[in-house]
């Protein structure tokens, strides 16, 4: 029997990687897939204290999630087109024009 | 039925100020003059109504709804008739349909819309006096003492285009409310004391009490309610706004100015005769104040040039009177008074109003004389009114006035005696130098250049072409300094106002003629119930009234009455000769006066430099401290100060705070994760 710890370390390093990639790579594709590993890395930390807690409480609450994780990327992608197409840029860097 | 009196002209006003208009002059001067009579009709009834009653009884009550109900507080909407309001309902109703129906020639002038604006406001003038006389507490008197100050400021401001019109209409309405702010404080020390403001409910609850020997309430509150007075009624020290006011339609100052509103405060004290009884030391201030007002008008008369500022003066003068008479007790000898000289003033008003009409708004005597010829219904009407003001006996004003001078005598007061014996001479003498300088002699033109225009007809040089512009000008061009000419004398509607009138100038004092010579003094006997509490029955009323001094048929003060009659009779005579004399006989003895007494007479034609003193002490320190303090300083650096740094302090923050939104994304989210970090991290290890 795997402890309860492990699984939640594993989620945190998941987590601390898609954070790390949100703030740190300079592709809006690579951020998107970075925000999708931190969503699945809290998708873990549920199952683990679904299964921890014994109910399906987790098991249900991920799929929520899932279901919108699915959203967020077809919306966020089809915002990575459509900015793409006017700005022939990925960088986040670039798009800095709504400021003081 | 009460509630009658003041609804018509209410309802001319009504009619008038919404649809006036669009109708023709003949429709609403008509009907203004119509509500007027209506009123007067229903005013003659309620009178019979009142005389069918025993004496004591003679009042009626009308309550229409209570007004004001809080706490111990309760003040209906109710009006009163008694023998005094009668009076009163009698002398606006009369007097002022009188006027109205001379209005209707005199501002025939006018276009159709400011016709009817005229008498819109002459009609809701008659309904806020009705209402003040009429009303049985001190908040309904006050509604319409406020209302006429309205209408008096409405109707001196009339013109409004002129602009010392407009300030005359100001200085009126901001005098006035000075002496509102004491008639407010006194209703306030009334009610503090009495616990009511009903007029009967505070006669009885004063009876009660011993009349007050030293200053106290009774005398701080009769005090303020005087002060109250003197704005209303032009008494020292806050009459300078009177003469200004003829700035206004002459036939408003006959009616405003010199028949009823300037009156209110001679009724006010009547009204409240027990209250003041028991405060004899605000009775001696009002005699003081009075004789000294009749006194320095009537020197400041005897000077000015304007025929309207002289009978300004002479009203002043005369409202002193009543005052004088107020003052020692003898509220019916000024009740009298004031009944008298509404008509005779009346009638010298609307004289003057003709003269001013049929000079086209020439006003200064100096720019008139000969007059008598071609103006002879004017003439004799004037003369009457003048003959009846200065006291010539049989008519009116000899009654009243002598029955003020005996009683101040019969009081204890020869000094005041004095000043109201001196003030007589005075009145003939000024009167009838204005008869003589406008009616007699030769036309003169002697007024230096730009002669003070009327602003209904246009200006006009000061040789008397007639305007271009007005309605007659083409049938009387009249030419240079010619004493003939063709002038009109009153049309009809302002010469049967002008008859009626000087009718009732000599006539109106038939009623209060004195025991002494065979009278039964009928007004005296009629007002006594008004002037005594309602409980308090009997002989302290009848003292208080006045009516006992001629009633007891005591021999020795019949020969004093006959002598002191006798005196002022003379006194009369006296300053008519000395007029004659002057002004008719010696023309050079007066510009030698002017020239003995340069200085004397400087002092006179400012009027003592009083508007002057109040503006250095007054006006000019509160415009200082406007200036200054309210609006340099505290509007400009306190309130401005305020709205100006609070929007400057936000406006700082943010030029600091904007800097924070870069538009870059992730140094959005990096503060967003550095945030849930922090926060965690203090719950976790808190």
């Given at each position: 029997?795997?402890?309860?710890?492990?699984?939640?370390i594993?989620?945190?390093?998941?987590?601390?990687i898609?954070?790390?990639g949100?703030?740190?790579?300079?592709?809006?594709?690579?951020?998107?897939?970075?925000?999708?590993?931190?969503?699945?890395?809290?998708?873990?930390?549920?199952?683990?204290?679904?299964?921890?807690?014994?109910?399906?409480?987790?098991?249900?609450?991920?799929f929520?999630?899932?279901?919108?994780?699915?959203?967020?990327?077809?919306?966020?992608?089809?915002?990575?087109?459509?900015?793409?197409?006017?700005?022939e840029?990925?960088?986040?860097d670039?798009?800095?024009s709504?400021?003081? | 039925?009460?509630?009658?009196?003041?609804?018509?002209?209410?309802?001319?006003?009504?009619?008038?100020?919404t649809?006036?208009?669009?109708?023709?002059?003949?429709?609403?001067?008509?009907?203004?003059?119509l509500?007027?009579?209506?009123?007067?009709?229903?005013?003659?009834?309620?009178?019979?109504?009142?005389?069918?009653?025993?004496?004591?009884a003679?009042?009626?009550?009308?309550?229409?709804?209570?007004w004001?109900?809080?706490g111990?507080?309760?003040?209906?909407l109710?009006?009163?008739?008694?023998?005094?309001?009668?009076?009163?309902?009698?002398?606006?109703?009369?007097?002022?349909?009188?006027?109205?129906?001379?209005?209707?020639?005199?501002?025939?002038?006018?276009?159709?819309?400011?016709?009817?604006?005229?008498?819109?406001?002459?009609?809701?003038?008659a309904?806020?006096?009705?209402?003040?006389?009429?009303?049985?507490?001190?908040?309904l008197?006050?509604?319409?003492?406020?209302?006429?100050?309205?209408?008096?400021?409405?109707?001196?401001?009339?013109?409004?285009?002129?602009?010392?019109?407009?300030?005359?209409?100001?200085?009126a309405?901001?005098?006035?409310?000075?002496?509102?702010?004491?008639?407010?404080?006194?209703?306030?020390?009334?009610?503090?004391?009495?616990g009511?403001?009903d007029?009967?409910?505070?006669?009885?609850?004063?009876?009660a009490?011993?009349?007050?020997?030293?200053?106290?309430?009774?005398?701080?509150?009769?005090?303020?309610?005087?002060?109250?007075a003197?704005?209303?009624?032009?008494?020292?020290?806050?009459?300078?706004?009177?003469?200004?006011?003829?700035?206004?339609p002459?036939?408003?100052?006959?009616?405003?100015h010199?028949?009823?509103?300037?009156?209110?405060?001679?009724?006010?004290?009547?009204?409240?005769?027990?209250?003041?009884s028991?405060?004899?030391?605000?009775?001696?201030?009002?005699?003081?104040?009075?004789?000294?007002?009749?006194?320095?008008?009537?020197?400041?008369?005897?000077?000015?040039?304007?025929?309207?500022?002289?009978?300004?003066?002479?009203?002043?003068?005369?409202?002193?009177?009543?005052?004088?008479?107020?003052?020692?007790?003898?509220?019916?000898?000024?009740?009298?008074?004031?009944?008298?000289?509404?008509?005779?003033?009346?009638?010298?008003?609307?004289?003057?109003?003709?003269?001013?009409?049929?000079?086209?708004?020439?006003?200064?005597?100096r720019?008139?004389?000969?007059?008598?010829?071609?103006?002879?219904?004017?003439?004799?009407?004037?003369?009457?009114?003048?003959?009846?003001?200065?006291g010539?006996?049989?008519?009116?004003?000899?009654?009243?006035?002598?029955?003020?001078?005996?009683?101040?005598?019969?009081?204890?007061?020869?000094?005041?005696?004095?000043?109201?014996?001196?003030?007589?001479?005075?009145?003939?003498?000024?009167?009838?130098?204005l008869?003589?300088?406008?009616?007699?002699?030769?036309?003169?033109?002697?007024?230096?250049?730009?002669a003070?225009?009327?602003?209904?007809h246009?200006?006009?040089?000061?040789h008397?072409?007639?305007?271009?512009?007005?309605?007659?000008?083409?049938?009387?061009?009249?030419?240079?300094?010619h004493?003939?000419?063709?002038?009109?004398?009153?049309?009809?509607?302002?010469?049967?106002?002008?008859?009626?009138?000087?009718?009732?100038?000599v006539?109106a004092?038939?009623?209060?003629?004195?025991?002494?010579?065979?009278?039964?003094?009928?007004?005296?006997?009629?007002?006594?119930?008004?002037?005594?509490?309602?409980?308090?029955?009997?002989?302290?009323?009848?003292?208080?009234?006045?009516?006992?001094?001629?009633g007891g048929?005591?021999?020795?003060?019949?020969?004093?009455?006959?002598?002191?009659?006798g005196?002022?009779?003379?006194?009369?005579?006296?300053?008519?000769?000395?007029?004659?004399?002057v002004?008719?006989?010696?023309?050079?003895?007066?510009?030698?006066?002017?020239r003995?007494?340069?200085?004397?007479?400087?002092?006179?034609?400012?009027?003592y430099?009083?508007?002057?003193?109040?503006?250095?002490?007054?006006?000019?320190?509160?415009?200082?401290?406007?200036?200054?303090?309210?609006?340099?300083?505290?509007?400009?650096?306190?309130?401005?100060?305020?709205?100006?740094?609070?929007?400057s302090?936000?406006?700082?923050s943010?030029?600091?705070?904007?800097?924070l939104?870069?538009g870059?994304?992730?140094?959005?989210?990096?503060?967003?994760?550095?945030?849930v970090?922090?926060?965690?991290?203090?719950?976790?290890?808190?």
């Open positions: 029997m795997i402890p309860l710890s492990h699984y939640l594993v989620s945190a390093v998941l987590f601390a898609g954070t790390a949100v703030f740190l790579r300079r592709n809006l594709i690579t951020i998107l897939l970075s925000i999708e590993i931190m969503l699945n890395a809290v998708n873990l930390t549920f199952v683990a204290f679904g299964r921890y807690a014994g109910n399906l409480d987790g098991q249900i609450i991920t929520f999630v899932m279901t919108v994780a699915a959203a967020e990327a077809a919306v966020g992608l089809a915002l990575v087109i459509a900015l793409f197409r006017h700005r840029s990925l960088n986040p670039t798009f800095t709504l400021k003081w | 039925m009460l509630a009658l009196i003041p609804l018509f002209p209410f309802l001319g006003f009504v009619v008038n100020s649809m006036g208009r669009r109708l023709p002059k003949s429709v609403s001067g008509g009907l203004a003059s509500a007027m009579l209506a009123s007067f009709a229903v005013s003659l009834v309620t009178v019979m109504q009142l005389r069918g009653l025993s004496p004591e003679r009042a009626i009550e009308q309550t229409l709804y209570t004001i109900a809080s111990d507080l309760n003040i209906g109710s009006f009163r008739v008694d023998p005094l309001s009668a009076v009163m309902i009698l002398v606006i109703t009369g007097i002022g349909s009188l006027i109205h129906i001379y209005s209707t020639a005199y501002m025939h002038d006018e276009v159709d819309s400011e016709f009817a604006r005229y008498f819109s406001y002459l009609n809701l003038f309904s806020f006096m009705l209402v003040l006389v009429l009303g049985s507490n001190f908040p008197m006050f509604v319409g003492w406020e209302g006429v100050g309205l209408c008096s400021y409405l109707l001196i401001g009339f013109w409004f285009k002129k602009k010392s019109a407009n300030d005359a209409g100001k200085k309405f901001i005098v006035n409310r000075v002496g509102d702010y004491a008639f407010i404080l006194g209703m306030l020390a009334i009610f503090a004391k009495f009511t403001l007029f009967q409910g505070v006669a009885s609850a004063v009876a009490l011993p009349v007050e020997t030293e200053f106290g309430i009774l005398s701080l509150a009769t005090l303020l309610l005087f002060i109250g003197t704005g209303k009624s032009a008494q020292i020290p806050l009459y300078t706004w009177l003469p200004d006011a003829m700035e206004g002459t036939p408003v100052s006959a009616l405003i010199a028949a009823t509103m300037v009156t209110a405060g001679v009724y006010m004290i009547g009204r409240n005769a027990v209250l003041f028991h405060a004899p030391e605000t009775l001696t201030i009002v005699a003081v104040i009075g004789a000294l007002t009749a006194l320095m008008a009537g020197t400041i008369g005897l000077v000015q040039n304007d025929i309207k500022r002289v009978l300004a003066y002479s009203t002043v003068s005369q409202l002193g009177y009543m005052f004088l008479a107020m003052g020692v007790g003898a509220f019916g000898a000024g009740i009298f008074h004031l009944y008298t000289h509404a008509f005779f003033k009346a009638c010298l008003f609307l004289g003057s109003g003709a003269v001013i009409h049929a000079l086209h708004g020439e006003q200064d005597i720019n008139m004389g000969g007059l008598k010829k071609e103006l002879p219904i004017t003439y004799w009407t004037f003369l009457i009114g003048a003959i009846a003001i200065a010539v006996f049989p008519l009116s004003g000899f009654f009243s006035k002598d029955e003020i001078l005996f009683e101040t005598f019969v009081e204890g007061h020869q000094l005041l005696w004095t000043i109201g014996a001196i003030t007589a001479l005075l009145t003939a003498t000024y009167m009838f130098r008869v003589f300088l406008t009616f007699h002699g030769e036309r003169r033109h002697d007024a230096p250049a730009a003070d225009a009327h602003g209904a246009d200006t006009h040089d000061a008397g072409h007639a305007p271009a512009g007005h309605g007659h000008a083409d049938d009387h061009d009249h030419g240079h300094g004493s003939g000419g063709h002038l009109h004398d009153a049309p009809p509607a302002m010469a049967l106002a002008l008859i009626v009138l000087a009718i009732g100038s006539a004092g038939w009623i209060g003629i004195p025991h002494a010579i065979g009278g039964h003094n009928e007004l005296a006997t009629w007002l006594a119930p008004s002037f005594s509490a309602p409980s308090v029955a009997g002989e302290v009323a009848a003292a208080e009234a006045g009516a006992e001094g001629e048929g005591e021999a020795d003060h019949t020969a004093l009455e006959l002598t002191l009659m005196v002022s009779l003379s006194i009369a005579i006296a300053g008519i000769a000395f007029a004659y004399f002004w008719v006989k010696r023309r050079r003895i007066a510009d030698n006066m002017v003995e007494f340069p200085g004397l007479h400087r002092l006179l034609l400012n009027k430099y009083v508007d002057e003193f109040y503006d250095a002490t007054i006006v000019q320190p509160i415009k200082a401290v406007s200036t200054e303090g309210l609006w340099r300083w505290f509007d400009v650096r306190v309130i401005d100060g305020a709205v100006n740094g609070a929007a302090i936000v406006d700082g943010a030029g600091v705070l904007r800097r939104q870069s870059s994304v992730r140094a959005y989210a990096g503060s967003l994760f550095v945030g970090v922090v926060i965690l991290g203090y719950y976790l290890w808190r």
